[in-house]
């Protein structure tokens, strides 16, 4: 009955998480054993059920981090911008070159990084060492860019270039992967 007035996306979210409705009114649908604290809607949850509080309280953000990771992300959005700006005054074909260039290199210098630094997976966001808040977070992951790549390739479909777009996407993926490669190769080489 009370889900009726929550957005569904919001009834939706919750369900993805595995929370059955949290918003319920109806005993036989939650068995309510503590209530979510942080978001103030009251909503009950079940036994071994993660509240909002627990799941804001399991991120960790360190403000330092927080800082290395956004001056980075700043940095490799303008480099970005800049190569593709550069590219695009010099290419005027229709295979989006700018973007994929630079998510091939994106990717080449962060296998090579990732094992140089001997970044772990569990710890891929930086939270704790400087180089990979500043460099692989932030200046990496701001001047490689998935949305651009969906974004060129839909623009060519629409312009009825599929078969330009399906090839663009397949490339990237399998070139970013086979850069990513290489740049762990190359740094395992260097030892």
């Given at each position: 009955m009370i889900d009726r007035f929550r957005p569904k996306a919001e009834v939706q979210r919750f369900e993805l998480y595995g929370r059955k409705r949290p918003f319920a009114a109806s005993g036989s649908e939650t068995s309510p054993s503590t209530?979510?604290?942080?978001?103030?809607?009251?909503?009950?949850?079940?036994?071994?059920?993660?509240?909002?509080?627990?799941l804001f309280r399991a991120i960790k953000l360190n403000p330092v981090d927080v800082m290395w990771v956004g001056l980075?992300?700043?940095?490799?959005?303008?480099?970005?911008?800049?190569?593709?700006?550069?590219?695009g005054e010099r290419y005027k074909g229709h295979f989006p070159l700018g973007t994929f260039l630079i998510n091939i290199s994106g990717s080449l210098v962060i296998g090579y990084l990732s094992v140089l630094f001997n970044v772990e997976w569990h710890n891929r966001y930086g939270h704790g060492m400087v180089v990979n808040a500043l460099v692989?977070?932030?200046?990496?992951?701001?001047?490689?860019t998935f949305s651009s790549m969906q974004l060129d390739a839909a623009r060519l479909a629409a312009k009825q270039h599929a078969r330009l777009a399906a090839f663009y996407l397949l490339l990237s993926v399998a070139t970013g992967l086979l850069a990513a490669l290489a740049g762990a190769a190359l740094a395992r080489a260097k030892g």
């Amino acid at each position: 009955m009370i889900d009726r007035f929550r957005p569904k996306a919001e009834v939706q979210r919750f369900e993805l998480y595995g929370r059955k409705r949290p918003f319920a009114a109806s005993g036989s649908e939650t068995s309510p054993s503590t209530n979510c604290q942080r978001c103030g809607s009251g909503c009950k949850l079940r036994d071994g059920e993660v509240g909002h509080d627990q799941l804001f309280r399991a991120i960790k953000l360190n403000p330092v981090d927080v800082m290395w990771v956004g001056l980075g992300g700043g940095i490799g959005s303008v480099l970005r911008w800049r190569i593709g700006r550069l590219v695009g005054e010099r290419y005027k074909g229709h295979f989006p070159l700018g973007t994929f260039l630079i998510n091939i290199s994106g990717s080449l210098v962060i296998g090579y990084l990732s094992v140089l630094f001997n970044v772990e997976w569990h710890n891929r966001y930086g939270h704790g060492m400087v180089v990979n808040a500043l460099v692989i977070t932030g200046v990496l992951g701001g001047y490689t860019t998935f949305s651009s790549m969906q974004l060129d390739a839909a623009r060519l479909a629409a312009k009825q270039h599929a078969r330009l777009a399906a090839f663009y996407l397949l490339l990237s993926v399998a070139t970013g992967l086979l850069a990513a490669l290489a740049g762990a190769a190359l740094a395992r080489a260097k030892g």
